[in-house]
């Protein structure tokens, strides 16, 4: 069963293709990392999942419901925590957690002050006296202590300090022990890897790559640095080699997934004195599939 | 001030567009009025009847001040140096905060702040282009006059009020972006200082024991010039004397403060939200409050003043020699009170337009996408601001139109306090057609909100200099304010209300219609 199910979504802002094509599964009880450069169109699917825009086409089912027309009913099941939370400057941090959570049918008090303790926030202050980490705090703390079923969360610690990253990846930890699905948009490749099942990557508003991390390494290369007896002369056309720099008896080279292991069968007739191998970081991936979309 | 010339260069490239549509405007007036003098009273009988029909009109001497229109710079000055000068005002207002407290709550000003850049730069730079925006108006409004023929002495002075009007305003905003600790504060605290200064002018105008309070009033100062007659050089002196003030003033006062914050360092609030904080609604009651006793507090004390002069009209008017021309007080009044009950409506219009146009700069600040993420639904999100927009505005005249019955009465005029009460509250009707078309601009065109703002100011021209022109029931019909019936002179019909109030609802369904299917930002 899907959480959040999306076929063929389209968006036009004026003349922009914001959403072009898109297809996005969560699964229920699943954690799903959307990854995407800035304008690729994460807000804006987020968007179109909360009923704020409308689609111009395609098939969205959100909790077995439709984000435009049941947008009340379904929203009693989600929250959601913005980018850029902006607060309401004569209202202190505090009572803009209480409605927010009140809208949402109520919120659990206790949890409400375990998460201000966690996160170091005073709720007494007003809106504008917040830095941008406190701001987010506050949208935060408001949507975890709602205990909703599904929590869509845009670029939510963009602006928090790495010990509260850290609280906040426990946080997450624990809502999705507890079985919520977590829609996570970030830009924070350690965040992404530390806590999603899965990743979707978008780019011009169009799914380019989804599967579990496992899968999108295979996908790619892993990086051979290498140290030999004998120099191979012929490195560039063994298959699934590419990149290839030799510097004395040193040579380093990317390799496709699938190939490394002919690979390292071709390069241990060279004599090999020390062999570093390493899987492609997420950063990597992303980076290599966004300089490749950019050529 | 290091950085003051690029500070300068910077307001004034955000402003290229918005600043030539108000000079333009505010040079318009005294043009449009000078170049259309002989054609509107072609014969020097028909001049002299102007005169006396205007100088004889107390609600014209309570909004513009005293007038001669036996000539064509009289009249110029009649048109435009008040209300041009209130123009010049609200420009430099808004050009001072906007470059001001604007940019501090965006956190502009931080970024540019940590260049080279020093403390009093943007409060000088905003107040110079404020002043130079005015000094524009005035300069162009003087040219063009010399241009059609007006005498040179007197276009310079009418020039010379509308500039300097502008720079003592943006003196006062300079001041008030010290004390409000936000954009919307500032300009609110700006803009009831602009009201008082009026009042108090009017007040003075009408009066024959309180004339002086004009000179109080730096709008009085404006009127006191008047160009083409007496050409008073006091006045101005005044104003630049005031303008520089000002600006020290609000230099002295930065000097006091951090960035960002106002004087009054903003205290901490309670860490819970009450029980009245838990729907849409409470949150929007909370929001529009401080707006709704401001605007209502304004509107009643405005009430108290007209209804103050109300009853003694005809000294004031019998003094200068146009008392002759009616049979006796009762006729003063009853034009008086007609026409300011309507210029009240209109500035409760005001209040309901901005009250419903907060829907809108909710949603752009992005305060709107987490309500609207939650079971809260668009209807009743923006219904909320409508609950104000709509009733708040009626509430704002009627009380209006008690102060002023109740002042009326304790100042001895004429007109039962019913009939006043009972006019104010039908102005309503006419109210919701614009409240309306803001709403309908919320849901149906949200990038064109200032299109409702045009409507109230074509509104006002109609209704106040509408009849004097000449201009035939069609055009004076497209105000909404034309269709009240006039209960002050014993007539009340029912359906002109009624279309009325179709009008109006039909315009609500709309915008409520366009809010549930447009996208939110």
């Known amino acids: 069963m899907n959480a959040i199910s999306i076929r063929d979504l389209n968006k036009w802002f004026g003349s922009t293709h914001a959403l072009d094509d898109l297809d996005l599964d969560v699964a229920e009880g699943e954690v799903l990392g959307l990854l995407g450069p800035n304008g690729a169109g994460k807000s804006s699917a987020i968007r179109v999942l909360l009923g704020l825009l409308r689609a111009d086409s395609g098939q969205i089912e959100l909790l077995g419901g439709d984000p ?43 949890k409400r002050q375990v998460l201000l303790d966690r996160f170091h926030l005073d709720p007494s202050k007003k809106g504008r006296a917040y830095s941008k980490g406190n701001r987010q705090k506050v949208a935060i703390v408001a949507a975890l202590a709602s205990n909703v079923e599904l929590l869509i969360l845009d670029e939510p610690t963009s602006g928090l300090d790495p010990v509260m990253e850290a609280v906040f990846q426990d946080c997450i930890k624990a809502e999705s022990a507890e079985g919520r699905t977590v829609l996570l948009s970030s830009h924070i490749m350690s965040e992404v890897e530390a806590l999603c099942d899965r ?31 004998r120099m191979p002369d012929d490195l560039g056309t063994w298959s699934g080699v590419h990149d290839e720099r030799t510097d004395g008896s040193r040579v380093t080279f990317d390799v496709d997934s699938d190939q490394i292991g002919s690979a390292m069968a071709a390069l241990s007739g060279y004599g090999i004195q020390t062999l570093v191998t390493q899987p492609p970081s997420l950063e990597e991936l992303f980076l290599r599939h966004y300089d490749r979309g950019e050529q | 001030m290091a950085g003051f010339g690029q500070i300068l260069r910077l307001d004034a490239r955000l402003d290229r567009v918005r600043l030539p549509f108000w000079i333009l405007a505010i040079v318009a007036l005294p043009v449009s009025a000078f170049a259309s003098y002989e054609t509107l009273f072609p014969t020097a009988e028909q001049q002299a009847r102007a005169n006396l029909t205007v100088g004889s009109n107390p609600a014209l001497l309570f909004l513009f001040g005293p007038s001669d229109l036996s000539t064509a710079g009289g009249f110029t000055t009649f048109r435009s140096a008040m209300f041009g000068g209130l123009f010049v005002a609200l420009m430099a207002i808004l050009t001072v905060v906007r470059h001001t407290r ?92 602009l009201g008082a200064s009026f009042l108090l002018r009017a007040w003075g105008d009408t009066s024959t024991s309180l004339a002086w309070a004009s000179w109080l009033s730096p709008l009085g100062w404006t009127v006191k010039v008047q160009a083409f007659s007496e050409d008073n050089v006091l006045p101005l002196l005044l104003m630049l004397a005031a303008g520089t003030a000002g600006l020290a003033l609000g230099i002295a006062l930065r000097g006091r403060r951090d960035l960002g914050m106002s004087l009054i360092p903003p205290r901490d609030g309670s860490p819970h939200a009450s029980r009245f904080l838990s729907t849409g609604f409470g949150l929007t009651a909370r929001l529009q409050r401080p707006g709704l006793i401001s605007w209502g507090v304004g509107l009643m004390i405005a009430g108290i003043v007209v209804g103050s002069v109300s009853g003694s009209l ?24 007609a026409t300011l009950v309507s210029v009240l409506g209109i500035l409760a219009a005001g209040y309901g337009i901005q009250a419903a146009i907060r829907a809108r700069s909710e949603e752009t600040e992005y305060r709107a996408e987490p309500l609207l993420a939650t079971p809260l639904t668009r209807l009743r999100w923006f219904g909320g601001y409508l609950v104000f927009a709509f009733g708040g505005s009626a509430l704002v005249v009627f009380g209006a139109g008690v102060t002023l019955g109740l002042a009326a009465r304790a100042f001895g005029a004429e007109a039962p306090f019913s009939d006043v009460v009972a006019t104010a509250a039908a102005q309503t009707a006419a109210i919701w057609v614009l409240v309306g078309i803001a709403t309908a601009l919320v849901g149906l065109l949200p990038r064109a909100m200032f299109i409702a703002w045009i409507a109230l100011a074509i509104t006002f021209v109609l209704t106040i200099f509408g009849p004097l022109l000449d201009l035939g029931d069609t055009v004076l019909g497209i105000s909404p304010f034309r269709h009240i019936p006039d209960i002050l002179g014993g007539d009340f019909e029912a359906q002109p209300m009624l279309i009325l109030f179709g009008i109006a609802g039909l315009l609500m369904l709309a915008g409520l219609v366009g809010i549930r299917r447009r996208d939110i930002q």
């Open chain 1, 199 to 229: 990743v979707s990557m978008i780019r011009a508003g169009h799914i380019v790559e989804s599967g579990t991390l496992t899968e999108l390494r295979h996908l790619t290369r892993n990086s051979v640095s290498a140290t030999l007896d």
């Open chain 2, 314 to 337: 005809g000294d004031v008017l019998g003094e200068s020699g146009f008392g002759s021309a009616f049979a006796g007080g009762g006729d003063f009044e009853s034009i008086f009170l």
């Open chain 1, 68 to 110: 435009w027309r049941d947008t009340a009913s379904l929203h009693q099941r989600l929250a959601y925590v913005p980018g850029d939370v902006s607060l309401w400057p004569q209202l202190t941090g505090g009572e803009a957690i209480d409605l927010l959570g009140r809208l949402r049918g109520g919120l659990d008090e206790n």
């Open chain 2, 102 to 193: 604007a940019e501090e709550d965006s956190g502009r000003a931080e970024l540019v702040s940590s260049a080279r850049v020093g403390r009093y730069t943007f409060l000088v730079a905003a107040f110079t282009l404020a002043s130079l925006a005015g000094i524009a108006a005035g300069g162009l409004a003087a040219l063009g006059l010399i241009g059609l023929g007006a005498d040179t002495t007197g276009s310079v002075v009418l020039g010379a009020s509308l500039a300097l009007t502008g720079v003592v305003f943006a003196g006062i905003a300079g001041i008030c972006v010290q004390f409000g600790a936000y954009a919307r504060t500032a300009t609110s605290l700006a803009l009831g200082v």
